[in-house]
């Protein structure tokens, strides 16, 4: 099964852009990168998902490397309200979603 | 609007009681999931479900159980066979097969054991 990897905790100034990594080493071919929020004590949140092209939405843009071993999520102009816990998370076959812990995003004023 | 109901918000209970925690949607999906969460923890699946009457295990069964009777429901039981049942549980929703149908959450139960 794939899994992803990500530091556990980001700073990002506000209005700035933030970049958070993402590394899934071993992802197959079909599978899709997606990417989610959590703010404290809530349901995650949608943000933006992928497979092999980079996508773009109103909210991020995500950025998949040419081997598909790792990704990026932007944030282009990053608010407080965008601090939280930032899932990685590949869609195994089977339709399972495999969350790993996370990067908290902390946007300092 | 469409989404996801999770019930009751906030849950007390004593050591050796069994609880069940409700998730309804509304969103016509197949496939349902519950995930559990510990402080400073990611999500670990539980229980899913791909169709009415049918479901799997997740990585950490043991000591819940679920049922899928309709479309729209997928309780889920705590059991008193469950060592640390104090978490925050969330159920999920989506389209079953493949694509690219995300998850769709609800606002989770926090169950605590007394």
């Known amino acids: 099964d794939a899994k992803t990897t990500q530091p556990p905790s980001m700073d990002c100034a506000e209005g700035r852009a933030a970049n958070l990594p993402c590394n899934h080493s071993t992802i197959s071919g079909n599978e899709y990168v997606y990417w989610y929020r959590q703010i404290h004590s809530q349901g995650p949140q949608y943000i933006i998902h992928g497979l092999k092209n980079n996508e773009t939405n109103e909210m991020a843009s995500l950025i998949i490397t040419e081997d598909r071993k790792s990704s990026t999520l932007i944030l282009p102009h990053a608010t407080l309200r965008d601090t939280a816990v930032y899932y990685c998370?590949?869609?195994?076959?089977?339709?399972?979603?495999?969350f790993g812990t996370g990067t908290s995003l902390t946007v300092i004023p | 609007d469409g989404g996801i109901t999770q019930s009751p918000k906030y849950l007390f209970r004593k050591e050796g009681q069994n609880v069940t925690l409700s998730c309804e949607q509304n969103l016509n999906h197949d496939a349902m999931y519950w995930y559990r969460q510990d402080p400073g923890q990611g999500l670990r699946l539980i229980y899913y479900s791909q169709i009415v009457n049918d479901f799997q295990k997740g990585d950490i069964a043991e000591g819940y159980s679920v049922s899928r009777e309709k479309k729209e429901s997928f309780p889920l039981t705590v059991t008193s066979a469950q060592k640390n049942p104090t978490a925050f549980y969330l159920c999920?929703?989506?389209?079953w097969g493949r694509g690219t149908g995300e998850l769709f959450f609800g606002e989770g139960s926090r169950l605590t054991v007394l």
């Open positions: 998370i590949v869609r195994i076959t089977g339709n399972q979603f495999y």
């Open positions: 999920a929703s989506s389209i």
